[in-house]
Protein backbone atom coordinates (compact mmCIF):
# COMPACT_ATOMS: atom_id res chain seq x y z
CA UNK A 1 0.00 0.00 0.00
CA UNK A 2 1.23 3.79 -0.83
CA UNK A 3 2.01 6.19 1.92
CA UNK A 4 -0.45 8.83 2.37
CA UNK A 5 0.55 12.02 0.75
CA UNK A 6 2.38 14.95 2.62
CA UNK A 7 0.25 17.74 3.87
CA UNK A 8 1.59 19.33 6.34
CA UNK A 9 4.93 19.96 7.08
CA UNK A 10 7.35 22.53 9.90
CA UNK A 11 9.83 24.44 8.89
CA UNK A 12 12.25 25.61 11.04
CA UNK A 13 15.33 28.15 9.64
CA UNK A 14 15.44 27.12 6.68
CA UNK A 15 14.93 23.65 6.86
CA UNK A 16 11.98 21.17 6.52
CA UNK A 17 12.02 19.79 10.64
CA UNK A 18 8.58 17.35 10.14
CA UNK A 19 6.52 16.18 7.60
CA UNK A 20 3.02 15.17 8.62
CA UNK A 21 1.11 12.60 6.12
CA UNK A 22 -2.85 12.05 6.13
CA UNK A 23 -5.67 11.80 4.50
CA UNK A 24 -8.67 13.96 3.25
CA UNK A 25 -12.14 13.57 1.49
CA UNK A 26 -14.69 16.00 0.46
CA UNK A 27 -18.18 14.02 -0.69
CA UNK A 28 -21.46 15.25 -1.42
CA UNK A 29 -24.77 13.54 -0.25
CA UNK A 30 -24.33 11.80 -3.25
CA UNK A 31 -21.96 9.60 -2.09
CA UNK A 32 -19.78 11.52 -4.89
CA UNK A 33 -16.15 12.41 -4.10
CA UNK A 34 -15.22 16.08 -4.66
CA UNK A 35 -11.73 16.03 -3.85
CA UNK A 36 -9.51 13.01 -1.79
CA UNK A 37 -6.30 12.74 -1.19
CA UNK A 38 -4.43 9.54 0.36
CA UNK A 39 -6.49 6.17 1.02
CA UNK A 40 -9.86 7.49 2.01
CA UNK A 41 -11.14 3.93 2.52
CA UNK A 42 -9.03 2.99 5.11
CA UNK A 43 -10.85 2.75 8.43
CA UNK A 44 -10.35 5.33 11.31
CA UNK A 45 -11.83 6.26 14.78
CA UNK A 46 -13.52 9.88 14.52
CA UNK A 47 -13.46 10.01 17.85
CA UNK A 48 -14.95 13.19 19.13
CA UNK A 49 -15.25 14.57 15.32
CA UNK A 50 -19.22 12.80 15.07
CA UNK A 51 -20.40 13.48 18.44
CA UNK A 52 -23.37 15.89 16.17
CA UNK A 53 -23.75 12.45 14.76
CA UNK A 54 -23.57 10.71 18.92
CA UNK A 55 -26.41 13.37 19.73
CA UNK A 56 -28.90 12.20 17.01
CA UNK A 57 -30.53 10.05 19.81
CA UNK A 58 -31.61 12.81 21.45
CA UNK A 59 -34.28 13.65 18.80
CA UNK A 60 -34.69 10.34 17.86
CA UNK A 61 -36.13 8.96 21.25
CA UNK A 62 -37.46 12.03 22.04
CA UNK A 63 -35.55 13.61 24.90
CA UNK A 64 -35.21 17.29 23.24
CA UNK A 65 -39.30 16.94 23.90
CA UNK A 66 -39.40 15.46 26.78
CA UNK A 67 -36.87 17.72 28.51
CA UNK A 68 -36.56 20.71 26.21
CA UNK A 69 -33.10 21.03 24.98
CA UNK A 70 -32.34 24.94 24.77
CA UNK A 71 -30.21 25.62 21.89
CA UNK A 72 -26.80 25.72 24.16
CA UNK A 73 -27.54 22.10 25.54
CA UNK A 74 -27.37 21.32 21.81
CA UNK A 75 -24.24 23.02 20.91
CA UNK A 76 -22.77 21.32 24.32
CA UNK A 77 -23.91 17.95 23.07
CA UNK A 78 -21.43 18.49 20.05
CA UNK A 79 -18.53 19.88 21.91
CA UNK A 80 -15.15 19.06 23.37
CA UNK A 81 -15.45 22.17 25.38
CA UNK A 82 -12.66 23.55 27.25
CA UNK A 83 -14.00 23.60 30.77
CA UNK A 84 -14.94 27.63 31.12
CA UNK A 85 -17.70 29.07 33.37
CA UNK A 86 -20.51 28.53 30.51
CA UNK A 87 -19.79 25.16 29.29
CA UNK A 88 -19.62 23.99 32.95
CA UNK A 89 -23.15 25.96 33.54
CA UNK A 90 -24.78 24.77 30.48
CA UNK A 91 -23.75 20.95 31.76
CA UNK A 92 -24.82 21.18 34.78
CA UNK A 93 -28.37 23.10 34.40
CA UNK A 94 -29.69 20.37 31.79
CA UNK A 95 -28.62 18.14 34.41
CA UNK A 96 -30.20 19.30 37.06
CA UNK A 97 -33.53 19.74 34.99
CA UNK A 98 -33.00 15.88 34.18
CA UNK A 99 -33.59 15.27 38.43
CA UNK A 100 -29.60 14.30 37.88
CA UNK A 101 -25.84 15.51 38.92
CA UNK A 102 -22.26 15.32 38.31
CA UNK A 103 -22.54 12.07 40.24
CA UNK A 104 -24.42 10.61 37.26
CA UNK A 105 -21.83 11.44 34.52
CA UNK A 106 -19.58 8.43 33.46
CA UNK A 107 -17.30 10.80 31.44
CA UNK A 108 -14.50 11.06 34.34
CA UNK A 109 -12.91 14.14 35.17
CA UNK A 110 -10.21 16.01 34.57
CA UNK A 111 -9.09 19.34 34.43
CA UNK A 112 -10.43 22.49 32.36
CA UNK A 113 -8.30 22.82 29.19
CA UNK A 114 -8.50 26.13 29.28
CA UNK A 115 -5.80 27.89 30.76
CA UNK A 116 -7.42 30.67 32.58
CA UNK A 117 -10.16 28.32 33.43
CA UNK A 118 -7.92 25.97 35.29
CA UNK A 119 -6.17 28.59 36.82
CA UNK A 120 -9.07 30.11 38.22
CA UNK A 121 -10.54 26.27 39.47
CA UNK A 122 -7.28 26.08 41.14
CA UNK A 123 -7.64 29.35 42.98
CA UNK A 124 -10.70 28.53 44.86
CA UNK A 125 -8.73 25.39 45.91
CA UNK A 126 -11.70 22.74 44.56
CA UNK A 127 -10.31 19.60 42.26
CA UNK A 128 -11.65 19.36 38.96
CA UNK A 129 -15.00 17.27 38.41
CA UNK A 130 -16.83 15.60 35.41
CA UNK A 131 -18.13 19.06 34.30
CA UNK A 132 -15.24 20.10 33.47
CA UNK A 133 -14.29 16.99 31.14
CA UNK A 134 -14.51 17.91 27.85
CA UNK A 135 -17.41 15.61 26.86
CA UNK A 136 -19.76 16.87 29.53
CA UNK A 137 -22.37 17.75 27.08
CA UNK A 138 -22.53 14.95 25.45
CA UNK A 139 -22.58 12.83 28.04
CA UNK A 140 -25.61 15.47 29.64
CA UNK A 141 -27.23 14.81 26.30
CA UNK A 142 -27.10 10.97 26.73
CA UNK A 143 -28.42 10.82 30.01
CA UNK A 144 -31.51 12.54 28.79
CA UNK A 145 -31.56 9.31 25.91
CA UNK A 146 -31.09 7.11 28.83
CA UNK A 147 -34.11 8.51 30.33
CA UNK A 148 -36.34 8.95 27.57
CA UNK A 149 -36.14 5.68 26.92
CA UNK A 150 -36.96 4.65 30.74
CA UNK A 151 -34.01 2.73 30.71
CA UNK A 152 -31.55 2.95 33.57
CA UNK A 153 -28.80 5.51 33.40
CA UNK A 154 -26.34 3.69 35.04
CA UNK A 155 -23.59 2.04 32.91
CA UNK A 156 -24.97 4.62 29.58
CA UNK A 157 -21.46 3.92 28.62
CA UNK A 158 -21.10 0.82 27.70
CA UNK A 159 -21.58 -1.07 24.40
CA UNK A 160 -24.40 -2.75 25.00
CA UNK A 161 -26.35 -0.09 26.78
CA UNK A 162 -29.55 0.89 24.86
CA UNK A 163 -28.39 4.62 24.51
CA UNK A 164 -25.02 3.34 22.71
CA UNK A 165 -26.73 1.00 20.68
CA UNK A 166 -29.47 3.80 19.75
CA UNK A 167 -26.49 6.42 19.30
CA UNK A 168 -24.46 3.41 16.85
CA UNK A 169 -27.38 2.71 14.98
CA UNK A 170 -27.64 6.60 14.32
CA UNK A 171 -24.10 6.72 12.80
CA UNK A 172 -24.93 4.04 10.96
CA UNK A 173 -27.92 5.66 9.52
CA UNK A 174 -26.01 8.85 8.33
CA UNK A 175 -22.72 7.31 7.03
CA UNK A 176 -24.52 4.36 5.36
CA UNK A 177 -21.62 1.70 6.93
CA UNK A 178 -21.99 -0.63 9.03
CA UNK A 179 -19.73 -0.54 12.23
CA UNK A 180 -18.65 -3.88 13.32
CA UNK A 181 -17.20 -5.32 16.37
CA UNK A 182 -14.00 -6.32 14.91
CA UNK A 183 -13.05 -2.60 14.53
CA UNK A 184 -14.06 -0.84 18.10
CA UNK A 185 -12.33 0.48 20.72
CA UNK A 186 -12.92 2.63 23.74
CA UNK A 187 -13.07 6.83 23.84
CA UNK A 188 -11.39 8.52 26.17
CA UNK A 189 -14.45 9.37 27.68
CA UNK A 190 -15.36 5.91 28.06
CA UNK A 191 -17.47 5.40 25.32
CA UNK A 192 -17.67 2.90 22.32
CA UNK A 193 -15.75 4.22 19.05
CA UNK A 194 -16.15 2.57 16.06
CA UNK A 195 -13.64 2.58 12.91
CA UNK A 196 -15.40 3.13 9.42
CA UNK A 197 -13.87 4.55 6.14
CA UNK A 198 -12.76 7.93 6.26
CA UNK A 199 -14.83 8.77 2.71
CA UNK A 200 -18.11 7.28 5.08
CA UNK A 201 -17.58 10.01 7.39
CA UNK A 202 -17.42 12.82 5.11
CA UNK A 203 -20.39 11.52 3.84
CA UNK A 204 -22.48 11.55 6.23
CA UNK A 205 -21.37 15.07 7.18
CA UNK A 206 -22.66 15.78 3.78
CA UNK A 207 -25.92 14.14 4.42
CA UNK A 208 -26.69 15.53 7.69
CA UNK A 209 -26.07 19.28 6.11
CA UNK A 210 -28.22 18.36 3.32
CA UNK A 211 -30.71 15.94 5.07
CA UNK A 212 -30.69 14.13 1.61
CA UNK A 213 -30.83 10.18 2.19
CA UNK A 214 -31.97 10.93 5.73
CA UNK A 215 -35.51 10.59 6.71
CA UNK A 216 -37.18 13.60 7.07
CA UNK A 217 -36.77 13.05 11.18
CA UNK A 218 -33.19 12.62 11.23
CA UNK A 219 -32.67 15.34 8.65
CA UNK A 220 -34.30 17.67 10.93
CA UNK A 221 -32.32 16.36 13.59
CA UNK A 222 -29.30 17.21 12.29
CA UNK A 223 -30.17 20.94 11.04
CA UNK A 224 -31.10 21.20 14.52
CA UNK A 225 -27.73 20.32 15.66
CA UNK A 226 -25.54 22.12 12.69
CA UNK A 227 -27.38 25.15 13.74
CA UNK A 228 -27.03 25.01 17.32
CA UNK A 229 -23.70 24.43 17.33
CA UNK A 230 -22.69 27.12 14.81
CA UNK A 231 -24.85 29.92 16.47
CA UNK A 232 -22.68 28.68 19.70
CA UNK A 233 -19.52 27.98 18.61
CA UNK A 234 -17.95 29.00 21.86
CA UNK A 235 -19.38 26.13 23.15
CA UNK A 236 -18.31 23.75 21.06
CA UNK A 237 -14.76 24.09 22.22
CA UNK A 238 -13.46 27.78 23.30
CA UNK A 239 -11.48 30.73 23.52
CA UNK A 240 -8.76 30.85 20.77
CA UNK A 241 -9.68 27.45 19.33
CA UNK A 242 -9.69 26.43 16.08
CA UNK A 243 -13.13 25.24 16.08
CA UNK A 244 -14.73 27.87 17.88
CA UNK A 245 -13.37 30.74 15.66
CA UNK A 246 -13.90 29.00 12.14
CA UNK A 247 -17.73 28.67 12.63
CA UNK A 248 -17.98 32.19 14.28
CA UNK A 249 -16.11 33.40 11.01
CA UNK A 250 -18.42 31.39 8.54
CA UNK A 251 -21.70 32.42 10.54
CA UNK A 252 -23.57 29.05 10.04
CA UNK A 253 -21.98 28.17 6.61
CA UNK A 254 -19.44 25.94 8.18
CA UNK A 255 -19.92 23.09 11.13
CA UNK A 256 -16.14 21.93 12.16
CA UNK A 257 -15.09 19.30 14.74
CA UNK A 258 -12.23 18.25 15.82
CA UNK A 259 -11.83 14.49 17.12
CA UNK A 260 -8.51 13.40 18.93
CA UNK A 261 -5.49 12.13 17.22
CA UNK A 262 -5.84 14.42 14.47
CA UNK A 263 -9.07 14.06 12.83
CA UNK A 264 -11.02 16.94 11.41
CA UNK A 265 -14.39 16.42 10.26
CA UNK A 266 -17.00 18.72 9.19
CA UNK A 267 -19.46 20.43 6.37
CA UNK A 268 -19.24 23.30 4.40
CA UNK A 269 -23.58 23.22 4.40
CA UNK A 270 -24.41 25.76 1.43
CA UNK A 271 -22.03 23.69 -0.63
CA UNK A 272 -23.85 20.43 0.64
CA UNK A 273 -20.05 18.75 1.18
CA UNK A 274 -19.10 17.06 3.96
CA UNK A 275 -15.46 16.77 4.92
CA UNK A 276 -12.79 14.23 7.24
CA UNK A 277 -9.28 14.57 7.57
CA UNK A 278 -6.61 12.22 9.45
CA UNK A 279 -3.49 13.16 10.17
CA UNK A 280 -1.56 9.67 9.79
CA UNK A 281 0.84 10.88 13.41
CA UNK A 282 -1.87 12.05 15.28
CA UNK A 283 -0.62 15.43 15.70
CA UNK A 284 -3.54 18.02 16.16
CA UNK A 285 -1.54 20.99 15.12
CA UNK A 286 -0.82 19.22 11.86
CA UNK A 287 -4.16 18.40 11.09
CA UNK A 288 -5.34 21.77 12.27
CA UNK A 289 -3.11 22.81 9.02
CA UNK A 290 -4.66 20.28 6.76
CA UNK A 291 -8.09 21.48 7.81
CA UNK A 292 -7.31 25.33 7.03
CA UNK A 293 -5.76 24.20 3.83
CA UNK A 294 -8.59 22.62 2.86
CA UNK A 295 -11.68 25.47 4.06
CA UNK A 296 -9.01 27.75 1.90
CA UNK A 297 -9.38 25.62 -0.92
CA UNK A 298 -13.21 24.44 -0.89
CA UNK A 299 -14.96 26.89 1.16
CA UNK A 300 -14.53 29.92 -0.88
CA UNK A 301 -13.95 32.20 1.96
CA UNK A 302 -13.84 35.63 2.34
CA UNK A 303 -11.52 37.90 3.65
CA UNK A 304 -12.04 38.20 7.07
CA UNK A 305 -12.59 33.99 7.02
CA UNK A 306 -9.72 34.16 4.78
CA UNK A 307 -7.59 35.57 7.86
CA UNK A 308 -9.21 33.23 10.50
CA UNK A 309 -7.74 30.14 7.94
CA UNK A 310 -4.21 31.69 6.77
CA UNK A 311 -3.75 31.52 11.42
CA UNK A 312 -3.73 27.69 11.28
CA UNK A 313 -2.42 26.99 7.63
CA UNK A 314 0.40 28.68 8.76
CA UNK A 315 0.93 28.34 12.79
CA UNK A 316 4.35 30.23 13.78
CA UNK A 317 6.69 28.73 15.79
CA UNK A 318 7.92 30.62 18.46
CA UNK A 319 11.21 30.48 20.98
CA UNK A 320 10.87 30.97 24.55
CA UNK A 321 12.16 34.18 24.01
CA UNK A 322 8.95 35.27 21.74
CA UNK A 323 11.40 34.78 18.37
CA UNK A 324 9.56 33.83 15.06
CA UNK A 325 11.72 30.40 14.42
CA UNK A 326 10.22 28.82 11.88
CA UNK A 327 5.91 27.97 11.12
CA UNK A 328 3.97 24.32 10.52
CA UNK A 329 2.17 25.15 7.52
CA UNK A 330 -0.41 23.26 5.07
CA UNK A 331 0.48 21.72 1.83
CA UNK A 332 -3.07 20.86 1.12
CA UNK A 333 -3.33 23.22 -2.32
Given at each position: ???????????????????????????????????????????????????????L????????????????E??????????????????????????L???????????????????????????????H??????????L?????????????????????????????????????????????????????????????????????????????????????????????A??????????????????????A???????I??????????C??????????????????????????????????????????????????????
Amino acid sequence: MDANPILAETVRGNWVENRFRGAYAVVDASGRVIASAGDIERAIFPRSAIKSMQALPIFARHAEEKFHHTSEELALACASHHGEDDHVATARGLLSRLGLSVADLECGAHAPTNPAARDALRATGAEPSALHNNCSGKHSGMLSVALAMGVPTAGYVGREHAVQKAVRAAVEAVIGEELTEDKCGTDGCSIPTFAAPLRAFAYGFARMATGEGLSPELGLAARRLFDAATAHPHLVAGTGHADTLIMAAFKGRVMQKIGAEGVQCGAIRNKGWGYAIKCDDGNPAASQAMLAGLLLKFAEPDAEQKAVLEKFAGQVIKSVRGADVGVLRTLVA
